[in-house]
């Protein structure tokens, strides 16, 4: 008599709609101190995003034939459209928001098929084609509480994106990414002293070293509900680390940032704790995501050093996604039942 022996399968209690809903609980923190530093302008941003996010949606499913309510319901939309929201600068206006979304859902997400077939990140891909379509909407940053000389109410943020109202005088102004590197005279120390920004951050800058406390919050808590492995996340922050302790210069007009304010300032706990962990655009294997965080890390900082861009997280990701099914590939997991992993063999032409 035959044993009915199944395979180790893994369950879980969270289904595609649960875990989509469990990532946007977990960025709550991180909007919620965008909105106190920055205003209402991404919160207005995010309204806006999802609504043409499900527009888009649920347009292309009836292009399609397919029916509404199961890919409307799962919530995907709507977790890449928050994530190119949080991306984008507070007061971004009403037209850009719909080329990214644009970009995002019908392009990258769609064209491939819908979810679970795309190889990029469908909001990464929109934050790109809008950071090099458009570079000067995309730079104007809003200056954080305490530095600004108001924070606009909602209907002077309704204004500004919807209406193409200028923002009052003081409210919009460089990050600290790019302060830092257009300086050629000032060192580290020097720009702690002098530049506003720096001088009111307690550990990178200020405004930004908050919000990426509340994104590594919302990241420790999806971590602590297993919703993926830390191999990504710590991968990308460990090299990070590493290479801005290496280049970490204090006393020279050429410094390249120290370590704690590369992981404070920018998008680094986003991009570490809510994109790089793509399920789909990224690797399967453990190694394989510990890989691909190191190399995400890795050019995010090359880039930020010696790129055209201040900040980097979205080149990183996509770039390593072109890498993922290389990894995947280089990167077998041990086989259930055998002592070791598998090897890769590659056949030589006779």
């Known amino acids: 008599m035959l044993k009915r022996i199944s395979s180790p399968h893994a369950h879980g209690s969270l289904d595609t709609a649960g875990l989509m809903r469990t990532l946007c609980l977990a960025a709550l923190p991180g909007l919620a101190a965008i909105t106190w530093f920055y205003g209402w302008g991404t919160l207005i941003n995010l309204a806006w995003a999802i609504a043409l996010a499900l527009i888009m949606e649920a347009a292309i499913m009836r292009l399609r034939g397919r029916p509404l309510s199961p890919y409307i319901g799962d919530y995907s939309a709507v977790v890449t459209a928050g994530l190119l929201a949080l991306s984008l600068p507070p007061y971004t206006p009403w037209w850009a928001t719909l080329v990214g ?32 379509s458009f570079p ?3 730079v104007e940053w809003a200056s954080p509480r305490g530095l600004a000389e108001q924070i606009p109410g909602p209907l ?3 204004e500004i994106i919807f209406l193409g109202t200028a923002p009052p005088d003081g409210v919009t102004g460089a990050t600290a990414l790019d302060i830092l590197k257009q300086n050629t005279s000032l060192t580290l120390a020097q720009l702690y002293t002098s530049e506003p920004l ?15 406390l ?47 304010f590369h992981l404070f ?52 990701v996509l770039l ?23 090897q890769v063999r590659i056949r030589k032409n006779q």
Do not use: Q
Request: glycine residues 12%.
């Open 320 to 342: 390593m996604n072109f890498a993922a099914p290389l990894l995947d590939y280089y990167s077998l997991p041990r086989t259930y039942g055998h002592a070791k992993r598998r």
């Open 198 to 212: 720096f001088a009111a951050g307690r550990i990178a800058a200020a405004g930004s070293e908050w919000v990426n």
């Open 136 to 138: 000067v909407p995309m």
């Open 214 to 260: 509340a994104f590594l919050a919302g990241g420790l808590w999806l971590l602590w509900r297993r919703v993926y492995s830390w191999h990504a996340p710590v991968g990308m922050l460990a090299s990070l680390l590493v290479l801005s302790t290496l280049f970490y210069d204090n006393g020279s007009s050429a410094s390249l940032g120290s370590p704690l």
């Open 265 to 316: 300032t920018g998008a680094t706990m986003l991009g570490a704790f809510f994109i790089i962990t793509d399920p789909v655009s990224g690797c399967t294997s453990n190694l394989g995501r510990l890989l691909f965080g190191i190399g995400a890390g890795t050019l995010t900082f090359v880039i930020r050093a010696w790129g055209n861009y201040p900040d980097a997280v979205a080149f990183g």
């Open 156 to 158: 002077t943020a309704l």
């Open 101 to 132: 979304i644009a970009f995002a859902i019908p392009i990258a997400k769609h064209l491939y098929g819908g979810l679970g077939y795309n190889p990029f990140n469908p909001a990464m891909v929109g934050y790109v084609v809008l950071l090099i």
